[in-house]
């Protein structure tokens, strides 16, 4: 049975002729046609590095929604699948590329930006090639396994004067442009208590739980997702400190490089608190924020692609289904093409990491860390 998020060569091509029609339905036509008008009609040219099941099932079918960039290139390790897309997705085979081919990229005029989905131990070779190479760069999250890395990626691209963006797709979607103005405006005053759970039971293995490549277990994976939505609610306000537990293993012989299950708690200097859950051997995916004059909860689907569940203390909330993906990049897009800061940048990244940082210390510590950030 076909998966709802498979997209075959046909529905994928069916995209990009149907994304000029898109243009004429949107609210922000005059700005898409402006935009490309300025860049003498031609869309920004992206190529994906690591051609996993994110790339494959996420960022190729939001690439053929896309308004102001489009999907120009791969980079792959394994020589019959750069083919096999070149050919289904009519790539120039010229702009396929090995890992060890990589740097070449540097002289094909075609790619604009190139979007790291490798596991994250490997982002900071990748993104730092990238820079060097002239290209913008999209680090996938977690952007990277620790802080120094984060600053490495950072000062490479400062360096070669492009910009860094972290695939914070949530930061897009309309659910969660309304938490961020419910934070900013107070409609429910200050979001002072918030509750975060995701995790999902992982079969069999993966890179995920491999130290070396995912960095660490559910907290870099999926813990992140509660982190960020934190922060969303709290107007941008970060944690000063956190306390952490691990849970006992329940699979120790499979969850032997990371942890299972962790539950932490950060705390801000107003005063403000999220607890927070996450784990690969139970099912939850919740999130809330309450202040004093109401309230905002997700209590399914919190961080999952599309479809969120969403109601507050004034009553349900639903927005039309839209690709997170796809609004992530032709942001990107419009930040390369007018010089703006990307919303989600890898200074965004680094702090998350250094929170992450942070729980781990005070799980293995058991006992408070406060957070540099």
Known sequence: MKSKFD???????????????T?????????IAELLAQNQGRKLGIA????????????????SQTKLCYLAGVVTGHPQKGQ??????????????????FDRIADNKDIDIVYVVTPPGLHPEFVIRAAKAG????????????VADCDRMIAACKAAKVQL??????????????LMRLAKEQDFGSFKKMTGAFAFVMGQHEWRIE???GGGGPMMDLGIYVVQAAIMAANSELPVSVSAQEAPKTRPDFFNEVEEKLSWTMDFASGRRCEGVTGFNHSVNTFRAEGDKGWIEFPRDAFSYSGAVCTTSRGPLSYDKMNQQAAQMDDFADCILTGRKTPVPGEMGRSHMAIISAVYEAARTGKPVKIHV
């Open 165 to 178: 963006s972290v695939g914070y797709r949530l930061q897009f979607d309309p659910y969660r442009i309304e």
């Open 135 to 146: 290209k913008h760069v999209i680090s996938e999250k977690p952007m990277a396994t620790s």
């Open 7 to 21: 997209v075959s060569r046909r529905d994928f091509l069916r995209g990009l002729s149907l994304s000029a029609a």
């Open 23 to 31: 243009l004429a339905a949107g609210p922000d036509l005059k700005r």
């Open 211 to 213: 130290k070396k490549l």
């Open 84 to 101: 096999k897309w070149a050919t289904d997705y009519h790539l120039n085979p010229g702009n396929v590329y090995s890992y060890e081919t």
């Open 48 to 63: 994906l590095l690591g051609l996993g099941r994110y790339a494959t099932n996420q960022l190729l079918p939001a690439l």
